[in-house]
């Protein structure tokens, strides 16, 4: 069971802002960097976001992160069919000798 | 550009040992981690370890006692070991590359890019 606690689902029509939160605890969010992934149905996960805000060539700058003490967040502005996908982030856990820990998912539907 | 692309048997009987590997294609394993994160049937990611490409490791706690992950630079390939699987163990397996950054602030920054298409394995008699 994922310590990184997202929301199941978001939706938005077309065009519109969507963000997505990432809770998290002192020994994630709070002192690592925070990544975003987005999966469509069938395929792997692709990184979209890394070390909070930095978005890796090729993706829109539509996409944006960010952070704040325990929590994370992913904003999509202007929303496309598109981006209909599954959403995980995920940051590194100093409990326990260390592990790389995913969020629980967040299914953004466009309406 | 690189890819990563991972083999192995589909099907697996309970209490066995799972086995896949990764291979690297348009780069070397040098200076990366190399990871394994797999996925159950509509559920959610779950990582399961990395190898450095020198062989240094990090697994899951959870998973720790029955993972080994191992780094063949002549090969360009990694591997995964899961032993004692059941049924839980059923998911798509996905190889990819780690990077790990330290920021000015000391904050650690892991993220997995490019990953591999995944690879179905399923644990049953």
């Known amino acids: 069971q994922s310590v990184l606690t997202q929301p199941p689902s978001a939706s938005g029509t077309p065009g519109q802002r969507v963000t997505i939160s990432c809770s998290g605890s002192s020994s994630n969010i709070g002192s690592s960097d925070v990544n975003w992934y987005q999966q469509f149905p069938g395929s792997a996960p692709k990184l979209l976001i890394f070390t909070n805000d930095q978005r890796p060539s090729g993706v829109p700058d539509r996409f944006s992160g960010s952070k704040s003490g325990t929590s994370a967040s992913l904003a999509i502005s202007g929303l496309q069919s598109e981006d209909e996908a599954d959403y995980y982030c995920?940051?590194?856990?100093?409990?326990?000798?260390?592990?790389?820990?995913f969020g629980t998912g967040t299914k953004v539907t466009v309406l | 550009q690189v890819q990563l692309q991972e083999s192995g048997p589909g099907l697996v009987k309970p209490s066995e040992t799972l086995s896949l590997t990764c291979t690297v294609s348009g780069g070397s394993l040098s200076s990366y981690y190399w990871g394994w994160i797999r996925q159950p049937p509509g559920k959610e990611l779950e990582w399961i370890g990395y190898a450095y490409y020198r062989g240094s490791t990090n697994y899951n706690p959870s998973l720790k006692s029955r993972v080994t992950i191992s780094v063949d630079t002549s090969k360009n390939q990694f591997s995964l070991n899961l032993s004692s699987v059941t049924a839980a163990d059923t998911a798509v397996y996905y190889c990819?590359?780690?990077?790990?950054?330290?920021?000015?602030?000391?904050?650690?920054?892991?993220?997995?890019?490019?990953w591999g298409q995944g690879t179905l394995v399923t644990v049953s008699s």
């Open positions: 995920a940051a590194w856990d100093d409990s326990l000798n260390g592990f790389y820990v």
């Open positions: 990819a590359r780690g990077k790990l950054r330290y920021s000015t602030g000391g904050s650690r920054s892991n993220w997995f890019d490019p």
